[in-house]
């Protein structure tokens, strides 16, 4: 696709569809294929506002009264995310359950298309903008204008004051080990030596646990279709933001996106993620200046050379009380008190519970973590 003079270009399921801009936004020409402004910024306001989203989320007093301050937790009954589908288990006996959607996402950077990527079709904007962040393709002192999407053509469009034009570095394009085919392009590591991580920042081994078990009783989709990732960002033992995604990339780019949207400091936070430790999680919670990064499995070496070379704390099999800290291991307090407390990380939450005792008709997570 190519934006020439601001026009959408024709595609989606009908015929003959086109956008025109005007004033930051897209006026449909064709009824029933709304363009949804996201995000506008005129230049005389300050900050952003946003006008519409569909968000997979629900406020957390919906579903955990003890963890009041998480400010997005996944939604696993909003619509769209899943679908019943009917099949025979391994004895022939009929079963129902959920499986999780999958929809392609075309990022354009202005005029310019950039990337399609499979999603489950939550956060867009989010989405966009922290992917671009993490290429390096939006500096965080750019300017962000409008963000428009049509649910339809499945497009999202980041508008920036800054002109961009990359079409030599798409050129230098690398297939990731992140699932639903993440890309990343070849000078994504152009900022990576130059970053400094806090190296004030201290995490006390005992909120590994409490932190641990909030996310890990945390309805989500995971538990109720599986064959998803989710990414958590965390103060402390508290976690605030959690995303979901057929792809961890994902995932992590919604939460980036977020954080630049919403002007949120990164030198005390916390990034779990429920994905392996790979060099493309290092690099983005790098990119994000994020000083620790968790995740209940396991490394690559190469993510270990690269989180030494950055400065970042890498703890992985993080499990209860038990965890693996393979790389700035200076920011951890060995406090006592983690070694007095239950062991209380890994006690299954009241959704799988719920779903077990329901039987096989109410679906069995499972798959991507």
């Known amino acids: 696709m190519d934006l020439h003079d601001n026009v959408l270009p024709s595609g989606g399921t009908g015929a003959g569809k086109s956008r025109r801009a005007q004033d930051n936004g897209f006026v449909a020409e064709k009824q029933n ?8 910024s005129g230049r005389g306001n300050s900050g952003l506002v946003a006008e519409h989203h569909f968000r997979h989320f629900s406020g957390m007093a919906d579903t955990d009264p003890e963890n009041p301050a998480m400010i997005i937790a996944p939604d696993p009954d909003a619509p769209g995310l899943s679908q019943p ?17 999958e929809k392609p996402l075309t990022l354009f950077l202005n005029r310019q298309e950039i990337v399609t990527s499979m999603t489950i079709g939550d956060w867009p904007a989010e989405l966009a903008v922290g992917y671009f962040l993490n290429q390096n393709m939006l500096h965080d002192d750019d300017v962000i204008t409008g963000i428009d999407h049509d649910d339809d053509l499945g497009v999202v469009i980041v508008r920036t004051e800054r002109e961009t034009d990359f079409e030599a570095k798409m050129k230098r394009k ?32 005992s909120m590994l646990i409490p932190l641990s078990k909030a996310i890990n009783t945390t309805p989500s989709l995971y538990l109720s279709a599986g064959a998803i990732h989710g990414c958590v960002l965390c103060s402390a033992e508290t976690p605030l ?32 993620t429920t994905g392996r430790l790979t060099t493309e999680m290092v690099i983005k919670t790098v990119q994000m200046r994020i000083p620790v990064l968790v995740s209940r499995s396991g490394f690559t070496n190469e993510a270990v050379a690269l989180a030494r070379q950055a400065g970042l704390t890498l703890i992985g099999r993080a499990r209860g009380k038990r965890f693996i800290a393979l790389s700035g291991e200076g920011r ?38």
């Not at 294929?33 to 506008?40: N, W």
């Not at 690398?174 to 995490?203: H, K, Q, V, W």
């Not at 919604?254 to 954080?259: E, N, Q, S, V």
Request: charged share 25%.
């Open 33 to 40: 294929t709304p363009i949804v402004t996201l995000i506008t």
């Open 85 to 101: 589908v009917t099949g025979v288990d391994e004895s022939g006996t009929p079963v129902t359950l959920p499986v999780v959607t």
């Open 174 to 205: 690398i297939r990731t080990s992140g699932c639903a085919e993440g890309t990343a392009y070849g000078d994504m590591m152009e900022r990576f030596d130059s970053i400094r991580l806090n190296p004030d920042m201290r995490l006390h081994a």
């Open 241 to 272: 933001v959690y995303m979901e995604d057929i792809g961890r990339h994902n995932a992590v780019d919604k939460i980036a996106g977020w954080m630049f949207l919403n002007k949120v400091a990164p030198d005390d936070k916390i990034f779990y």
């Open 332 to 369: 951890i307090v060995f406090d006592e008190a983690a070694a007095g407390m239950e062991d209380i990380a890994d006690i299954p939450s009241p959704q799988r519970a719920q779903g077990h005792k329901g039987g096989r008709d109410s679906g069995r997570g499972g798959g991507a973590r």
